[in-house]
């Protein structure tokens, strides 16, 4: 398997922390609100400034109750559902995020399109799979902390949902990453994926967002930080991904059979 890029060596880590990080983060938010942008929107930024605009679709996978909705409801800075319910069909969701490239100090806002579907909706309609993995860039692969058939069933999720698609980019996210002294799947067991599936591997709690002084009010901001390095992360493979494709960056050598 491909080696994938180190993290941090695409994208500017901690970029979105800077001064000028926080200025470009300004047309995603509102008065300290995250701004919700449907298909057809995007952030208007002041005049004089020029980015590009990547865009991507990804399609997150899991057992359900692993936390797919309220994942992608955090990356978009919504509230996140109190009580779980089955998603029925499929639900998008758009969230833009910049970031600024290492090699070249560019500023490039990434478009991400989401694509969830209920599992139950996936096992009844034929058609829902093959519309989610249609011109997909990015396959996430959801698993709880608290749920450890959810974790066992990862390889069975890669091989039916990703299988198919060598080339797209795979990561793996563990919800409920704050439960992590009741959790169901200990280091040893995470350190041993990794190591067979070479995936990136990266956790998200389940703590409801920070609030603004009136106490109702998600803080944009604060919740801008808290998933940065989801929003980072994805950024990284994805640009790296096209980068190989294009033939701008080597395809890093396949490691040697142990």
Same mark, same amino acid.
């Given at each position: 398997?491909?080696?994938? *890029? ?7 880590? =901690?970029?979105?922390?800077? @001064?000028?990080? %926080? ?28 980015? =590009? ?6 399609f997150v996978s899991g057992?359900?109750?692993?936390? %797919? @909705?309220?994942?992608?409801? %955090? &990356?978009?800075? &919504? ?7 089955e998603t029925t069909g ?45 011109? @997909? =860039?990015?396959? &996430?692969?959801?698993?709880?902390? @608290? =749920? ?47 190591q067979a599936w070479e ?22 901001? $604060? ?10 992360? &994805? $950024? ?19 490691? *040697?059979?142990?």
């Amino acid at each position: 398997m491909a080696r994938l *890029p180190a993290p941090g060596s695409v994208i500017v880590p =901690d970029w979105h922390e800077s @001064t000028e990080g %926080k200025e470009y983060l300004a047309c995603i938010l509102r008065k300290n609100r995250r701004r919700v942008f449907g298909l057809l929107e995007r952030p208007v930024l002041p005049p004089p400034v020029a980015i =590009d605009t990547a865009s991507y679709k990804i399609f997150v996978s899991g057992k359900s109750g692993v936390g %797919k @909705t309220a994942l992608v409801a %955090k &990356l978009a800075g &919504l509230e996140v559902p109190v009580v779980h319910h089955e998603t029925t069909g499929i639900q998008t969701t758009v969230v833009f995020w910049p970031a600024k490239l290492q090699a070249s100090d560019r500023v490039v806002m990434f478009r991400f399109e989401f694509w969830d579907c209920g599992e139950s909706a996936l096992k009844k309609f034929d058609h829902m799979l093959p519309a989610c993995q249609e011109k @997909t =860039d990015a396959f &996430l692969f959801l698993f709880s902390f @608290t =749920d450890r058939a959810s974790f066992e069933d990862l390889p069975g999720q890669l091989a039916r949902v990703a299988g198919e698609a060598p080339g797209v980019v795979r990561m793996v996210i563990g919800s409920k990453f704050d439960q992590y002294m009741h959790t169901d799947v200990p280091e040893r067991d995470l350190t041993a994926f990794r190591q067979a599936w070479e995936l990136p591997l990266l956790r998200v709690k389940s703590v409801p967002g920070r609030r603004l002084a009136d106490g109702r009010t998600l803080d944009g901001r $604060a919740g801008l930080a808290d998933i940065a390095h989801v929003l980072n992360g &994805l $950024a990284e493979q994805l640009w790296h991904q096209d980068q190989v494709a294009a033939g701008l960056l080597p395809n890093p050598p396949e490691d *040697p059979p142990s």
